[in-house]
Each structure stands twice: as C-alpha cells, then as structure tokens.
C-alpha cells in the first residue's frame, strides 16, 4: 500500500514501503531494543530528497529515523514510535576518487567495506574496521563515530571524515568543510554532526580520507594466565611495537567462537585471557624483538602459550577468534557493555570490574572482549537459557549503575563505541555532566527546532 501523506510529491511508488515485513525489517536495528512499529520505509537517492522531506516532516508532523546498515548495538536506529525511516540504501553510490588528495567522496549509504575495497584496489587503505563492515553504512559509521579493530594506531571514524554533507532538521543543507586539510574558519560544525545519532541532522554525503597501507601484517595470539598479567603483557608489547590492533578477549568467548564457527583453537593450553597483538612485521628486527618480548613475558608468567601467523590466510584465522565473536554471542540473546577509561587507568578498572562481576553477577556468564589497546572494554552478560528475557534485563539493568559509576569515579565513558541511542539514554550523566547535557540540547532546538530527527535517542 502507497501512503499518501505529502510524500508522493517527493517520492516515486517503489521509494516507499508500508508493508509488514518492511516495517518490521526497517524499524529495528541489532540491538532489538523495543518493539518496531514505524509509519512507512522512504529510500531517498539524493541530498535534495532528503532535504524535501525533512521540510514536509516538519510541516505534517511526523519524525524521521535514519536507517543505514542497522547493525547498530544501542538502538540508535530504532522506529517504535510511527517514525518515518529513512534508509540510505539507494544512496550508494561513489561520486569521486580524488588520487592527488587521496579521497572519496561518497553517499551516505556507501558499505564500508566497498570503501575498503575501493582504497585497496587502488593501493590506499581506509582503516576503520570491524566485524560488521560488509552492512554497515560510511553515514552510520559517521553518526556514531564508529571505532573498531585498529583505533590504536588509526584512530577512530571522525579521523577520516574530510566533509560533510548534512541536512538539518530545519531542513537546510550544509556543506562542511569541502575536504580540507586546513581550515581554521571558526567552528567546525563537522565535527558536530560526527557522532550526533541523526538528531541533529542527517549525514548525505561524505568526503573520506585514504592513507597508505600497512605493510605485511603479522598477527600473534598469547594466553594470558590472569588479570593482573594482561596490563603487564600489554605494555612489555606496546614499548617495543607500534601495533596495528591490540584486542583482548577471555576463554568463554573463544569456546563459544570456536564452537559456534568449527574454529580451532589457537593452542592446546588453556588460559582465562587471550591478546590479539597485529603489527607490522616489516624486518627481520621486529619479529626478533616480538619474539624476545613474547619470552620475557612467559618468563614471568604473564603468557602462558602463543602463536604467530605465518601466513595471511593464518592471520586472518586468528582474526575470527576476536572478529567473530559478536556474532557467535548473539544466540544468548546477551547484555551489552560498551566501557572505555584511559590505558592508564585499565588495570585499575579491570580489577574493581572483576570484583563487581564476581559479587554480582554469579549466576550469570559473564564475557570479556574489547579494543584494550585504547582502553574499550565489552563486558557482555549473557542470558541463561531458563531465564525470560525481560526478567534477565531488569536483573541487568539493577548493576548497571554499580558499573557505570565505577566509570564515572575513572572518568570513563559508558559508551565508548556503540553511541548513546536509547540504550543507554538514561545513563548519560555518568559520562556527561549536566552543564554539557543542557548545551548538547540547546543544540538540537537549534539544529531542530520541531524535534523531528531521531527523537528519543541520545536524550528524551
Ligand atoms: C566488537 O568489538 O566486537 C563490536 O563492538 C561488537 C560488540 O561489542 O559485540
Ligand atoms: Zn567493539
């Protein structure tokens, strides 16, 4: 059925979708917080069309839910609320590859890894990465700062975004920063839209930065033999390696991999934590100096076992043991912490978390993984098979605060990667003071005066 509200004028027949199953499909992101229930599914193809719809969003009223890949985890893509989702799926197409400057400039519903590729197959990188980069969109990873495997040494999304193209709420489009390298006018409103969620305004266009790749990547797994000894590994490594990844995750997480993917595991003996270290092995004195680190640290007990790749196919083997496991968890329907403090701070934060675990959550399974190298940890809890979901959740929701203000004593975040959306909505202020809550709102009335876009998400 074709709904006639205003959008016929913008919109051809098969750029609007009412059906049930196209709800369903389009009003839900991976998190699956809340039940979808959106008005109607809109494919936009250009900027113009999105600006047009804003407009009348504004004067029917209805509001507006983007929709890129929506392997979001916080529910920042959620319509349960008779929302208008405005998918970025026909807008997938790349406009220019700039070889002097070394940019894209794409639409918004470009799949990562189509921008991966196209920098390989033009002897660039563009380095953001993670599991879900063959559906996520360039515009989501933008409105949600997307991070990932190799913020240690790339850093995250907002590195990458040279320009912008945006339409607010009001309906105006902007054209932020044209691409520049230098640009010291005043405020950067790009950086503003990096990581709003969609309340702001909707991302239409990006130019991406490229850089040069790395050069023959070596991957080395080490069974960690307890907390204390993850810290210690972890800086006996980074004094001598820049590395290109440095991932953590613990025992559980590599027997669900391994039995969920058919995986082996990466050596026989058993160790609580494992390190995923990936480096440069670009001579023959870094693998020497890898491999004398790797034996001072088993000298003293920190490593238990290890194992380097010796091929790429090998490398990306041990790859699956960290890369895959959000997706082998996803059956334990589980609860998802997104944890950042300081590298400095880690040891100290790993050892209260550890203790918080223990006291309260006893009867659950309880799953350490995470980008440790920039200090993001996921404590994910996973659902008992007997238990019904709701009464898992409450349990959960009951230590959330105990977790977050241990964050907040740290000065950490509570989302360090995954955004805010209504997951995490009403814990806020353990990451943000109120003086920053009220300006990040006057912000929104500014950039969207009815409301329109994303409502619900990032704040109420
Ligand atoms: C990851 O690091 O695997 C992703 O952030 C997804 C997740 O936390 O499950
Ligand atoms: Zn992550």
């Keep these: 059925m074709f709904i006639d509200n205003g959008l016929s004028d913008i919109f051809r ?12 499909k389009y009003g839900q992101d991976w998190s699956q917080v809340g039940a979808p229930n959106p008005l109607a599914i809109v494919f936009p193809e250009s900027t113009e069309q999105v600006q ?56 918004a519903g470009v799949i990562t890894q189509q921008l991966q590729t196209l920098a390989a197959d033009n002897q ?38 040279a320009g912008l193209t945006v339409v607010t709420g009001s309906g105006e489009i902007l054209d932020l920063n044209h691409g520049l390298v230098k640009n010291a006018t005043g405020y950067d409103l790009r950086h503003l839209f990096i990581g709003s969620e969609g309340t702001l305004g909707f991302i239409t266009e990006a130019t991406m930065q490229l850089t040069n790749p790395p050069k023959n990547l070596s991957v080395m797994v080490l069974g960690i033999s307890d907390v204390a000894s993850i810290m210690k590994t972890f800086q ?35 160790a609580p934590y494992y390190l995923l270290i990936e480096f440069e092995n670009d001579s023959e004195a870094t693998e020497s100096l890898v491999l004398e680190t790797f034996e001072r640290c088993s000298n003293e007990g920190w490593v238990l ?22 997706e082998s968890i996803s059956h334990y329907s589980p609860y998802k912490n997104d944890l950042a403090v300081k590298v400095s701070k880690i040891p100290v ?3 209260r978390l550890d203790q918080l675990v223990e006291e309260h959550y006893p009867k659950f399974q309880v799953l350490w993984y995470g980008h440790i190298g920039d200090g993001n940890l996921h404590l ?41 959306g209504t997951l995490k909505r009403d814990y806020l202020a353990y990451s943000r003071s109120d003086s920053e809550i009220a300006y990040m709102q006057s912000l929104k009335a500014m950039f969207d005066p009815n409301g329109i876009m994303n409502p619900g998400k990032l704040f109420k």
């Excluded at 009348?56 to 929506?70: E, H, I, M, Q, T």
């Excluded at 008779?82 to 197409?93: A, D, I, T």
């Excluded at 700062?145 to 995250?156: D, F, H, M, S």
């Excluded at 098979?385 to 977050?404: G, I």
């Design 380 to 420: 994910n809890i996973l659902k008992p098979a007997d238990m019904e979901h709701d009464v898992f959740v409450e349990a959960c929701n009951k230590v959330n605060p105990l977790v977050f203000k241990l964050v907040k004593d740290l000065d950490g975040s509570i989302s360090a990667e995954h955004g805010v």
């Design 124 to 161: 660039l990188f563009y380095p953001v990465d993670f599991a879900s980069s063959g559906s996520s969109h360039i515009g989501g990873n933008i409105a949600t700062n997307a991070g990932g495997i190799k913020v240690v040494r790339y850093g995250l999304t907002r590195n990458w975004v």
């Design 13 to 24: 027949p098969e750029q609007v979708l009412t059906d049930q199953s196209s709800l369903e």
């Design 305 to 326: 076992d290890g194992v380097m790749s010796q091929s790429e196919q090998q490398a990306k083997t041990l790859w699956r043991l960290r890369e895959d496991i959000s």
């Design 52 to 107: 047009s719809l804003v407009k009348l969003a504004n004067k029917a009223p209805f509001s507006l839910v983007p929709s890129g890949g929506r392997t979001g985890l916080s529910g920042g893509a959620m319509a349960t609320n008779q929302e208008v989702v405005v998918s970025f799926e026909r807008m997938n197409k790349v406009l220019d590859f700039n070889k002097v400057d070394r940019q894209v400039h794409c639409q």
């Design 236 to 270: 006996a490594l980074k004094k001598n390696i820049e590395p290109t990844a440095l991932e953590l995750f613990s025992s559980d997480s590599v027997k669900i991999v391994c039995e969920h993917k058919g995986i082996p595991r990466p050596f026989d003996t058993e």
């Design 349 to 351: 934060f790993l050892e």
